[in-house]
T-cell receptor
Framework: DGGITQSPKYLFRKEGQNVTLSCEQNLNHDAMYWYRQDPGQGLRLIYYSQIVNDFQKGDIAEGYSVSREKKESFPLTVTSAQKNPTAFYLC??????????????FGEGSRLTVL | GQQVMQIPQYQHVQEGEDFTTYCNSSTTLSNIQWYKQRPGGHPVFLIQ?????EVKKQKRLTFQFGEAKKNSSLHITATQTTDVGTYFC???????????FGTGTRLQVFP
């Protein structure tokens, strides 16, 4: 079955530690995205990538880093510089980016809690 | 910067009642998408509207894109308990080409 797989589903981290969230897609989509969701708020864009080896900052990129070495994979690292990292993180993909993007396909999310 | 607001933030209805959520953008949109997120789940795409004044229907759901392409609405007729969840609009700005998600409307349906 085609789709997006995020792991881990739940993650606990101590303050000062970096953590990497995995996102893999087998939909052959060019574009991939990372969103952050906080209770009662909409989705905020952290980073996005339109093609392999290229990515751009979203609206809240500070304290996060990404890589896009393969088309299928777009891991997100939450660094110790992120001041309030506890949140629900959603990875998404689309066939392409821009006006003719079509729908976003989301993974099931990773819930990060900083202790 | 571009903002996309949704109202109401929460809505509780009795099963069988109608429900409407409104989405308003501070800038003109090239298109708008709607997503549904069940409790504990991830957003799932419902529909995309592109044309000014466009109206699309999916069974009990009616989606509308405003004439000025700055607002949109989702109307559910005769709600069911399966409609429970948070409904998000996501508008793509004509100026920046960015897709901005609205704040969402959480719908609770009482049997």
């Amino acid at each position: 079955d085609g789709g997006i797989t995020q792991s881990p589903k739940y993650l606990f981290r101590k303050e000062g530690q970096n953590v990497t969230l995995s996102c893999e897609q087998n939909l052959n989509h060019d574009a991939m995205y990372w969103y952050r969701q906080d209770p009662g708020q909409g989705l905020r864009l952290i980073y996005y990538s339109q093609i392999v080896n290229d990515f751009q900052k979203g609206d809240i990129a500070e304290g996060y880093s990404v890589s896009r070495e393969k088309k299928e994979s777009f891991p997100l690292t939450v660094t110790s510089a992120q001041k309030n990292p506890t949140a629900f993180y959603l990875c998404a993909s689309s066939i392409r980016s821009g006006f003719n993007t079509g729908e976003l396909f989301f993974g099931e999310g990773s819930r990060l809690t900083v202790l | 910067g571009q903002q996309v607001m949704q109202i109401p933030q929460y809505q509780h209805v009795q099963e069988g009642e109608d429900f409407t959520t409104y989405c308003n953008s501070s800038t003109t949109l090239s298109n708008i998408q709607w997503y549904k997120q069940r409790p504990g789940g991830h957003p799932v795409f419902l529909i995309q509207l592109v044309k000014s004044g466009e109206v699309k229907k999916q069974k009990r759901l009616t989606f509308q894109f405003g004439e000025a392409k700055k607002n949109s609405s989702l109307h559910i007729t005769a709600t069911q308990t399966t409609d429970v969840g948070t409904y998000f609009c996501a508008g793509r700005s004509v100026d920046t080409d960015k897709l901005i998600f609205g704040t969402g409307t959480r719908l609770q349906v009482f049997p």
